[in-house]
């Protein structure tokens, strides 16, 4: 009868530990699973971070729609020097107002001593009012996914606005 009783507890403590083991091993399958899962959204914004900026079909259209009653002035659209991304990404912005109506010369690339990220619109700060597209612009931008900040600059042209598209962030 011990040596029945033993066994049973013998069965009973390995069916435990298995169902101990199982489970440890399906806590251990979904914890591997979202670190799997950690490390592909890594690589996912990684891999994003290293396609060059664009506009979409889709922003392009939403940008003209608005842009064909917008008011008219003078552009420039320049970018940093040095970096092919943002100059590609600022000849698309170009060529997107020029669709859109403005008289624009051609883009320049400019040194800058600090480090300019992204797309900025920049306006000369000496003046009472700006001009009424810069904030339209800017706005558009915006709306259609392209985030800008706004600048204040005293060597724009009182009528004028500037856009700078520097390096990705």
Same mark, same amino acid.
């Given at each position: ?13 390995? *069916?435990?530990?298995? /169902? ?5 091993? &399906? +806590? ?5 699973? #979202?670190?799997? %899962? ?11 971070? *290293?396609?060059?900026? /664009? ?5 392009? &259209? +939403? ?5 064909? #009653?917008?008011? %008219? ?97």
């Amino acid at each position: 009868m011990g040596a029945a009783v033993a066994g049973v507890a013998a069965l009973v403590f390995s *069916l435990r530990a298995t /169902t101990l083991k199982e489970r440890a091993d &399906e +806590a251990e399958r979904q914890r591997m699973a #979202s670190q799997l %899962k950690e490390a592909q959204n890594r690589a996912d914004e990684a891999h994003a971070k *290293l396609q060059p900026r /664009t506009i979409t079909p889709q922003q392009r &259209e +939403a940008f003209l729609a608005v842009a064909v #009653s917008m008011p %008219k002035g003078p552009v420039e659209v320049n970018c940093v020097m040095g970096d092919g991304e943002a100059r590609a990404f600022a000849m698309d912005i170009h060529a997107l107002l020029i669709e859109a109506g403005w008289n624009i010369g051609p883009l320049t690339r400019t040194l800058y001593s600090g480090n300019p990220t992204g797309i900025i619109i920049a306006i000369n700060n000496t003046i009472q009012a700006p001009p009424p597209y810069a904030e339209l612009i800017a706005d558009t931008l915006d709306d259609i996914g392209l985030s800008v900040k706004r600048e204040m600059n005293k060597e724009i042209p009182p009528d004028g606005v500037r856009i700078v598209v520097g390096h990705k962030l």
